[in-house]
């Protein structure tokens, strides 16, 4: 069942100083239903293809396809978490609020939108929290609440750029098995990219490996998860 396909990517940078190359002719693709790992250094264009996938940077060429209808405007039905957690909450809306406001368009009924809300805070394990605000939560809290809201908005495919980046060692692998048990027992569709090849092999059933030295590779590594 084919979600996302992405056929000889490239990202040019023109600017005063010259040109970069960000990303090279990058192809993959991902059925419904996988964890995805894209893994690379610093600098190897992760955060570029990442922006490419999601429409909010035009290829210099090549093709993103989601469910085999190209990705441009108008906005995909794709959620995206990134590192910076803090800055994506509204403080001044309350946990619950945070996690309803990207429904408010797609799922007109309050009723469903509450219902949806609640759904995805006990998924993550925040019931409990609905009525905080962000700034009273820990950085690993906010995480799951940016979480909660990609959960309720039932994307096609959830991103996640680096998300467990800031947070401590313990809290971040609460939060994989999070990430896990949304893929396995939600059957929600992941792209989770990260620099950390102990995270990606631990996390994704497919690894792709961007590297930039000396040429560029990429790789569609199988990796055998053991059993819980
Ligand atoms: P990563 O996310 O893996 O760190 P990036 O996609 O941010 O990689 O960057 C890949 C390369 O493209 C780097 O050399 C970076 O300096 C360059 N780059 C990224 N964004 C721009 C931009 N807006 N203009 C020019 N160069 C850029
Ligand atoms: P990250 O490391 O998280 O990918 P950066 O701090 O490298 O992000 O980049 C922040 C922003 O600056 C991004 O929007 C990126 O596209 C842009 N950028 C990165 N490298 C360059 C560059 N060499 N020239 C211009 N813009 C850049």
Same mark, same amino acid.
């Given at each position: 069942?084919?979600?996302?396909?992405?056929? *000889?990517? %490239?990202?040019? /940078?023109?600017?005063?100083?010259?040109?970069?190359?960000?990303? @090279? $002719?990058?192809?993959? %693709?991902?059925?419904? *239903?996988?964890?995805? =790992?894209?893994?690379?250094?610093?600098? =190897? *264009?992760?955060?570029?293809?990442?922006? =490419?996938?999601?429409?909010?940077?035009?290829?210099?060429?090549?093709?993103?396809?989601?469910? *085999?209808?190209?990705?441009?405007?108008?906005?995909?039905?794709?959620?995206?978490?990134?590192?910076?957690y803090g800055?994506s909450l /509204?403080?001044?809306?309350?946990v619950?609020?945070n996690?309803?406001?990207?429904?408010?368009?797609? /799922?007109? +009924?309050?009723?469903?939108?509450?219902?949806?809300?609640?759904?995805?805070?006990?998924?993550? @394990?925040?019931?409990? &929290?609905?009525? +905080?605000?962000p700034w009273q939560l820990s950085g690993g809290m906010q995480q799951r609440v940016a979480i &909660?809201?990609?959960?309720? /908005?039932?994307?096609?495919?959830?991103?996640?750029?680096?998300?467990?980046? &800031?947070v401590?060692?313990?809290? %971040?692998?609460?939060?994989? $098995?999070?990430?896990? &048990?949304?893929?396995?027992?939600?059957?929600? +569709?992941?792209?989770?990219?990260?620099? $950390?090849?102990?995270?990606?092999?631990?996390?994704?059933?497919?690894?792709?490996?961007?590297?930039?030295?000396?040429?560029?590779?990429?790789?569609?590594?199988?990796? $055998?998860?053991?059993?819980?």
């Amino acid at each position: 069942d084919n979600l996302l396909t992405v056929t *000889g990517l %490239r990202k040019v /940078y023109d600017s005063s100083t010259g040109s970069v190359e960000a990303i @090279g $002719d990058i192809t993959f %693709r991902m059925d419904a *239903g996988e964890l995805v =790992c894209i893994v690379g250094p610093s600098g =190897c *264009g992760k955060t570029t293809l990442l922006k =490419c996938i999601s429409g909010l940077l035009k290829p210099t060429s090549g093709s993103v396809e989601l469910r *085999g209808r190209p990705v441009t405007s108008p906005p995909p039905n794709m959620a995206l978490v990134f590192q910076e957690y803090g800055r994506s909450l /509204y403080p001044w809306l309350t946990v619950r609020g945070n996690v309803e406001l990207p429904l408010k368009h797609k /799922y007109p +009924s309050r009723s469903e939108r509450g219902r949806l809300v609640e759904d995805a805070l006990r998924a993550v @394990g925040l019931d409990h &929290a609905a009525a +905080s605000y962000p700034w009273q939560l820990s950085g690993g809290m906010q995480q799951r609440v940016a979480i &909660a809201r990609a959960v309720a /908005y039932q994307p096609e495919v959830l991103i996640m750029d680096e998300p467990f980046a &800031a947070v401590d060692a313990q809290t %971040r692998a609460d939060l994989e $098995d999070l990430v896990r &048990a949304l893929h396995r027992e939600r059957g929600m +569709s992941i792209l989770f990219v990260t620099h $950390d090849i102990d995270e990606s092999v631990y996390l994704g059933e497919r690894v792709v490996v961007l590297s930039k030295s000396p040429t560029w590779v990429q790789e569609d590594v199988h990796v $055998d998860l053991p059993d819980d």
